[in-house]
């Protein structure tokens, strides 16, 4: 019989192991037939002159998200900084690049140091944003199919699943959500009754979720809000597309296969599936749909589609770790000469509710 504490422990190792494997296999799967030497040659040969626009680019699209936020937290702190905001976020993708899905957590952590905020709202509000973000990605995979010259759904047989799979899930997570505030009493209390006839453990854990999607969901409130974060949901997605036509550019893709905004969209979209896969930084899972898009749908050889994965692939992971530092130094600095203390990886754990 194998005690709880065991059970934990081989859960928690299974947790961190499984996103490795599957790093692994993705990556197989993207390079096991491919000229790896030619396509790091293509790369080498990659323009410095659009790698400058790319980064701009890139970094412009997670500062709307900091933007965005702003509007999501206006109504639970109106003065929230913006530099803490692009910093958090950043912190969030970097952690990511490490450990899938903990960049979340360190982003309401350090968020709830250097504001002053709840961490457990400040982690409800996140889901929500994702809870767009995955909106904003069906309705943009749906656009893709309408913009593509051919059939997309029978040129990526996985793709209509996904997109149905999606929309139900995000019905199902709104429709819960909009119970969990409207019928809180009734439809919140009588969950955690059942859960409690089988586990009280289980009960105050599901009380703690619900608080913080409670909170997180009520934190948006205001048509001109409501308003607000769809325009700049529909402009990180515009900024996306341009950053992954920038992309076709520095590797000079342009000159060998027409290209244009809607190629840049059709890969932007469909390669974003596999940064929803939960491994570091979306390495190997991105790499192998990229790939697999690029040489499919638009003709371009294994080692080119190899090197567009490769190469922005490498500028995102390296500029979420470079800022993740960078930030947390930044602003670390600015805190001590306003007189509070530095935060770290292990010192915002011990941040108290307010």
């Known amino acids: 019989m194998i005690s709880d504490s065991t059970f ?3 859960k928690k190792a299974l947790g961190y192991f499984i996103p490795f494997l ?6 197989y799967l993207a390079f096991h037939d491919v000229d790896l030497a030619q396509a790091v040659k293509l790369i080498g040969n990659s323009s410095v002159v659009w790698l400058l626009p790319f980064l701009f680019v890139f970094m412009l699209s997670h500062f709307i998200r900091a933007i965005r936020w702003k509007f999501i937290l206006r109504s639970v702190k109106k003065d929230t900084s913006i530099l803490n905001l692009f910093g958090t976020t950043m912190v969030g993708y970097g952690v990511n690049c490490v450990v899938p899905r903990l960049g979340e957590l360190y982003r309401a952590l350090f968020i709830g140091k250097w504001e002053g905020l709840s961490r457990s709202s400040m982690l409800g509000t996140i889901i929500v944003e994702r809870v767009i973000d995955i909106l904003a990605l ?3 995979v749906l656009i893709s199919v309408l913009i593509y010259s051919g059939n997309l759904y029978e040129e990526i047989e996985w793709l209509r699943s996904a997109v149905i799979f999606g929309f139900a899930a995000i019905f199902l997570v709104i429709l819960f959500l909009v119970l969990l505030v409207k019928l ?11 859960a409690g006839k089988f586990s009280k453990k289980i009960a105050e854990k599901l009380s703690y979720v619900f608080m913080m999607l409670i ?9 001109t809000n409501y308003l607000v974060v769809i325009i700049l949901t529909v402009l990180i997605m515009l900024v996306y597309g341009y950053n992954s036509l920038l992309g076709f550019y520095m590797l000079g893709m342009d ?3 027409h290209v244009n905004y809607g190629t840049a969209w059709v890969v932007m979209t469909i390669s974003a599936f596999g940064i929803v896969i939960p491994t570091p930084g979306g390495t190997g899972s991105y790499h192998f749909i990229v790939k697999s898009v690029l040489v499919g749908l638009y003709g371009f050889s294994e080692e080119f589609g190899s090197a567009y994965a490769l190469l922005t692939h490498l500028i995102s ?7 993740t530092v960078l930030f947390v130094y930044i602003i670390n600095r600015r805190r001590v000469k306003q007189g509070f203390p530095k935060e770290n990886f292990l010192s915002v754990f011990k941040y108290r509710e307010k």
């Not at 599957?22 to 990556?27: A, D, G, P, Q, S």
């Not at 809180?184 to 059942?194: A, P, Q, S, V």
């Not at 909170?215 to 048509?223: N, T, V, Y």
């Not at 992971?317 to 800022?323: A, V």
């Open 184 to 194: 809180k009493e009734n439809f919140y209390n009588g969950i955690l009754k059942i």
């Open 317 to 323: 992971y390296l500029s979420f770790i470079s800022s």
């Open 138 to 140: 069906g309705i943009s």
């Open 255 to 257: 000159e060998i296969v």
């Open 8 to 10: 934990h422990k081989i």
């Open 215 to 223: 909170d997180g969901f009520q934190s948006l409130k205001g048509i």
């Open 22 to 27: 599957l790093t692994f296999v993705f990556l």
